[in-house]
Every structure is written in structure tokens, then in C-alpha cells.
């Protein structure tokens, strides 16, 4: 029985279009026909390249006896956590609050007006170390259903009851200071794992908005502490086993502390983050590793997740088969000795296993090893090196390789044109920045309607159905300013105002200036979701006022000033106390302290070379925050570039903050004195 999935955008969704389970995605459709059959809705909430999301469909969704028992006793909803966040949020935070725990596959049972009375996550097919069956689940929430109705109704107004009692209380609407901060970096150094980087113990996660921050505070304060925590973390992951040494690009987190095994799944949003953190972390230090890893991270992304209309897909999987038909975890990225000997020969494999750490008993599952680069005495060939990575990854290529989740999602996108445009910029490579381009013309081709409002996700050149929430808008806004910076093209700029007054207008409270996840006029959920804590991606709080920020900056516009400054107050109340999930918030704190600087480069064209120097020394300045304009003299391109003349005949630089400006320069290396934080 084909169910109704089948039109659906998700690969998620698509990926169960097909199961015994007559699934219904989330629309008020389907709590019609709950309520009509007087029925509790199953809602299972996953995504594409989610490995205990594969279990349970292959174990319980697709297995036809509990498929008619699901059919006949409940309405079954699938949600892609990745379409719909602001589904997610609201019943995870259900979850959490009620089991202390959360993850994917999520499993809520709700009433037919959408209230949750019963939760988990994945639930076996048969009982197994405490934990009951799926089918044993489903049989006791439909004997409570239908015996004990009023108690389960009781159970569901409750919780929603809780939900709406845990608003956020929100400090107050003034930005962190220096004290705030100086707590912040003295609570992440007490977390900071020393001997191996990253922060607390297994699994480990990269620290993308925390390590932005760390950089941001050295730029400005010179605390080597926050250098060294930034720059050691970052080399033990690019070494680990979690960064693709064959390919570039990085995978979800590491399994255990010391970065050696990772949960293989590779996410754009991850790699985005991180191609740009490398590329800061070589503009603070000049790291060799620095560029290696920014640039193969790029090129990863554009090689591996660029779709054919110019975006980029959303996640490679974790699984794939491993060439006997079994679909395992890893099997198209691990090694064994006897696999390095057929593609090298003997003596190559050995040269190879010592540089890649790759072991006769494995380090990963049945004798494989998962490439690393570990630190080791003696010099290597690199040439030699080259030619073998070049060999294994050819070899590598003739694998099955792991399913791509395609759909383009707005926040995502904007997060790597963000990282791509700067990558371009500071290592000359022109096409990383035409990449940018190309996925910013898609979004706004295909993701922005004639009120500039976003559509969350697309596939295959089709807009999704979904509304794109604050994350949308504010990532895709700081994507778009990092492209008007590089590119010193206003219409960047003008497009994030656009989107930037959605966020003013929509997502923002009006009496207490903090932000909603969802828009005012979006689909009404049991509770508005609100959250201002840094997850996998920063916060779309915490996004969105960096974008309004470097708005003000550019334009002088005092209202988006304001919000920004307002929303930061929560990281003002929680930056001292959780400052690892609150990385953004503090790196945008640190742009407020540093003023944040606006540079305009005047010069009669962007490819005159005096023109070209000022521009890229002001790309690679430190100073936290700070934006630039570049254009000719009087052009109306960029608001910054208003009443800038040439300074004698010459191009010339502008640095302004808080007001004050410095005298315009035309030597480079004054300039980059002035923006060395």
C-alpha cells in the first residue's frame, strides 16, 4: 500500500514512502482523521542520514504485523527533524523534560489536538535490556487510550501546561561585558580537555561556535589561553579519525574522546562551520594545517554535496553497503592492512599504515582502522604520502559510497556560503567564491517569495512546503553579508536587509527584544519554540543578532543595532554558565566590545592592484566582527562608501568604530596594524 509520502520533498520521508506503515506527513489532515477515528497519533521524527532511524524503520516499520497493527490502532506521522526544526524542538523539549534524554528516531504519542502523553526514542523489536518492544509500546499506549482515557487526557494537558511554564527567563536586555566574558573563558578552560583538545569527555563534538569565539577573544584581548585552546583542539580533530584524511571534510563527532572513531555521517552544516573556523584560525596564526584543512573542506563540500542547480545537500550517510550487500557504519571510509596491501603493494601499505595509524587488530570494528594522522617521529616521503592518498582515494571511489540526503536547506546553505566566500577570498581561489554565488542566486531563485519571506528547504529545483524559521533567515543573512564583503557587490547586503526585517518584524518579542524560533504568523504549535542555545549549527537567537550586528555595522541603521544588542542579553545571563553552548552569542558579544569596525576600501576598480591589496588586508584582519565595503568613490553600493574619496589620486582604506574614525590609509600594512584586533 503506497502511503503518502510519495510527493513529499524529504529523502527522509521518501525513504519510508514505501513501508506497510500508512504514514501521513505533519498537516492538520492527518489529526482531522485522528479525531475523527477517535485514535492517538504516532509521531516518529528522524532524518535521512541518521543511523537508529534506519534500524527501526528496517526492524518495525517495515515488518508487516506491526505495520497493520500501527494502521489499525493510531495515525502514524513522520516528520524530518531537518524540514520541520520547529516540530522538533517543541516535542524533544517534551521528551527531554520528561525522560531527562532525547535523540533520534524521537517517538511521541499525542492526543488528536497534538498534546504528548507518552515518549522515547528508538525502541527495539523485541525487549532488550530494560527496555520494552515497539510492539509492546504500542499495545500498552492503546490500552491506556482506550481504558483510561481521562488519565492519559490529564497526562497531555499537563505537560503541555510545563512546556508553556518554561519561558525563558531572559537576564536582562543588555549586551555581555568584559567581566561576562572573562567568566565565559574561565568556564570553558575548566572544561577544556588538555590532553587531547575539545571540551568534557565522549562523545565528543566539534566545538564550531565556541572555537569562533575563542579566536574572536584573542583577536581582541591577546589571552594566549584562548589561542591555544582553539588552535590544539583544532589540530587533534584535524589528525583524528573524525576528519576524512583521503577526502577533506569532517563527520558528525567522535565516538570517544581521544577523535579516533567518529559517527560517520558527514553534515553540510558541520563542515560549513568548520571550513570557516580553520580559515580564521590560519588568518590568527598563518597554520600551515590551518589552510590544508580549510581548503580540503571546501573542496569536499563543493565536490561531494553541490547539487546540480547550485546548492548544497544536506548530509552523506553514515551507512553503506560494505560490498557483501550488508548496509554497515563506516564501510566506505575504514581500512584494513590486507585492503592497503591490494591497492599499494607491501611495502606502500606498511609506509601507509604507519602514517594512518591503521593497526592489525583495528581501531575501529572487525579489524578496521579508520585513517588518522597521528603525531610521529621521523620525516615522512611527501611525495610518496601523495601518491598513496591519491591511490586509496581512487580505490576508495570504486566502493559503495554512502546515500546523500539532496535537499537544500536555506540555514545550511547560508552557513556555507559564508564559509566558501571567505575560504575563496583569502587563499585566491575565485572558484570557491563563484560556488558561493551559485548556492546564493538558488536561494534566492528558489527560496524567496516576492516578500522576501524563505522557504526552509528544496529538492531537485522544487521549493519544499515548509516555512523557513529564524535560523533560515539569520544564517542566510550572515551568508550574504560575507559575500558583499568579498564580492563588493551592495545587492548582498541589500538582500540580508530584507531578510533581517522579517526578523525584526516576525521573530522578534517587541516587550522584552527576545527571539522566537518560529514567526508570529507561522503554524501554531502546543508552544511558540524558543531557544537560544548553540546545538549542532548556532542558535537562530544567536545567529540572527551577529547578522544584525554586522547590518548596523554596514549600514548605521540604530533599530537592527538595538535588536542586536537586546538579544544578547541572554548571552549576558548564560554565557558565564553553560558558555560551551552559547559559543555564538559570545563571539557576537565580542564584536559589540570591539565596536564592531567598519571598513570602506575605495579604489577606481576591485581589480586595480592598490585596490586589491587594501581589500584582501582587510579581509584578513582579526578584529572581531569587523565588516568592509569595497567599491569606487562615490558608488551607492555599499552606504560605508558614502563620502570616501580617493587620498591623493591613491586607493584608500577607512577604519571606523563606535563613531570615531581613524585617518583614511593607503599602505596595507598600516591598515592591517589597525585591524589586528
Not at 440 to 462: I, P
Not at 520 to 547: F, K, Y
Request: glycine share 8%; hydrophobic share 40%; charged share 25%.
Amino acid at each position: 500500500m503506497p502511503n503518502r509520502l510519495a510527493h513529499e520533498t524529504s529523502p527522509y520521508l521518501l525513504q519510508h514512502a514505501d513501508n506497510p506503515v500508512d504514514w501521513w506527513p505533519w498537516s492538520s489532515e492527518a489529526f482531522e482523521e485522528a479525531r475523527k477515528r477517535n485514535v492517538p497519533v504516532l509521531l516518529s521524527v528522524g532524518y535521512s542520514s541518521c543511523h537508529w532511524c534506519h534500524v527501526m524503520a528496517h526492524e518495525s516499520f517495515e515488518d508487516q504485523e506491526t505495520a497493520e497493527y500501527l494502521n489499525q490502532h493510531y495515525v502514524s506521522v513522520k516528520v524530518d527533524r531537518e524540514e520541520r526544526p520547529d516540530v522538533d524542538a517543541v516535542y524533544m523539549e517534551a521528551v527531554q523534560a520528561a525522560t531527562g534524554q532525547g535523540g533520534w528516531p524521537m517517538t511521541v504519542f499525542l492526543t488528536p489536538d497534538a498534546e504528548p502523553f507518552y515518549f522515547g526514542t528508538y525502541f527495539p523489536p523485541a525487549p532488550r535490556q530494560g527496555m520494552p518492544s515497539f510492539r509492546q509500546v504500542l499495545q500498552g499506549v492503546h490500552q491506556a487510550w482506550d481504558e483510561r482515557r481521562d488519565e492519559v487526557t490529564e497526562v497531555a494537558e499537563k505537560i503541555v501546561r510545563d512546556l508553556a511554564g518554561r519561558e525563558i527567563s531572559y537576564g536582562d536586555a543588555r549586551t555581555p561585558g568584559e567581566e561576562e566574558l572573562a567568566q565565559a573563558l574561565l568556564g570553558l578552560t575548566r572544561e577544556y580537555d588538555p590532553q587531547r583538545g575539545g571540551f568534557g569527555g565522549a562523545p565528543k563534538f566539534p566545538p564550531s561556535m565556541v572555537l569562533e569565539f575563542l579566536l574572536r577573544h584573542h583577536a581582541r584581548t591577546g589571552a594566549e589561553g584562548a589561542l591555544q585552546m582553539a588552535r590544539d583542539t583544532c589540530e587533534r580533530m584535524a589528525r583524528g579519525g573524525m576528519y576524512d584524511q583521503l577526502g577533506g571534510g569532517f563527520a558528525r563527532y567522535s565516538v570517544d574522546r581521544d577523535w579516533v572513531v567518529p559517527h560517520f555521517e558527514k553534515m553540510l552544516y558541520d563542515n560549513a562551520l568548520l571550513c570557516r573556523v580553520y580559515a580564521h584560525l590560519w588568518r590568527a596564526t598563518g597554520s600551515e594545517l590551518a589552510r590544508r584543512v580549510a581548503l580540503e573542506t571546501a573542496d569536499f563540500m563543493v565536490r561531494e554535496l553541490r547539487t546540480n542547480e547550485g546548492g548544497f545537500a544536506s548530509a552523506l550517510d553514515a551507512d553503506s553497503d560494505d560490498g557483501t550487500g550488508r548496509h554497515v557504519e563506516g564501510a566506505y571510509y575504514v581500512w584494513t592492512p590486507e585492503q592497503l596491501r591490494e591497492v599499494l603493494g607491501d611495502e606502500d601499505a606498511e609506509l601507509a599504515a604507519q602514517h594512518f595509524g591503521v593497526t592489525e587488530e583495528g581501531t575501529f570494528e572487525e579489524g578496521a582502522s579508520v585513517l588518522q594522522l597521528p603525531v610521529r617521529d621521523g620525516v615522512f616521503d611527501a611525495e610518496k604520502i601523495t601518491s598513496i592518498s591519491e591511490r586509496l582515494l581512487a580505490a576508495r571511489a570504486e566502493r559503495p559510497a554512502p546515500g546523500r540526503d539532496d535537499k537544500v536547506v536555506a540555514a545550511w546553505n547560508g552557513l556555507a556560503i559564508a564559509a566558501l566566500a571567505e575560504t575563496g577570498a583569502y587563499f585566491d581561489r575565485p572558484d570557491l567564491v563563484e560556488a558561493a554565488v551559485a548556492a546564493a542566486d538558488l536561494l534566492v531563485r528558489l527560496h524567496l517569495d516576492e516578500q522576501a519571506r524563505l522557504t526552509r528547504t528544496s529538492k531537485d529545483g522544487h521549493a519544499g512546503a515548509n516555512a523557513g524559521v529564524l535560523e533560515d533567515y539569520a544564517d542566510v543573512a550572515e551568508g550574504f553579508l560575507a559575500l558583499a564583503s568579498v564580492t563588493g557587490e551592495g545587492v548582498w547586503l541589500e538582500f540580508a536587509g530584507f531578510l533581517l526585517d522579517h526578523v525584526l518584524v516576525r521573530f522578534t518579542d517587541p516587550e522584552s527584544g527576545s527571539l522566537y524560533d518560529t514567526a508570529a504568523d507561522a503554524e501554531r504549535l502546543i508552544r511558540r519554540p524558543q531557544d537560544p542555545t548553540d546545538n549542532a549549527a548556532p542558535s537562530g537567537w544567536t545567529a540572527a543578532a551577529n547578522a544584525l550586528l554586522s547590518y548596523a555595522a554596514h549600514t548605521g541603521s540604530e533599530p537592527h543595532r538595538t535588536a542586536a544588542e537586546r538579544a544578547l542579553g541572554v548571552v549576558k545571563a548564560l554565557g558565564p554558565r553553560v558558555p560551551r553552548f552559547i559559543g555564538w552569542g559570545l563571539a557576537a558579544a565580542e564584536a559589540v566590545l570591539d565596536g564592531p569596525r567598519e571598513v570602506a576600501v575605495v579604489g577606481p576598480a576591485l581589480d586595480d592592484e592598490g585596490t586589491r591589496a587594501l581589500h584582501r588586508t582587510a579581509l584578513l584582519g582579526t578584529a572581531p566582527g569587523a565588516v568592509v565595503a569595497a567599491g569606487a568613490p562615490g558608488s551607492d553600493e555599499f552606504p560605508l562608501l558614502a563620502d570616501r574619496p580617493l587620498v591623493g589620486g591613491e586607493p584608500a582604506a577607512y577604519v571606523c568604530r563606535n563613531f570615531t574614525c581613524d585617518a583614511p590609509t593607503t599602505e596595507s600594512d598600516r591598515l592591517r596594524t589597525v585591524l589586528s584586533g
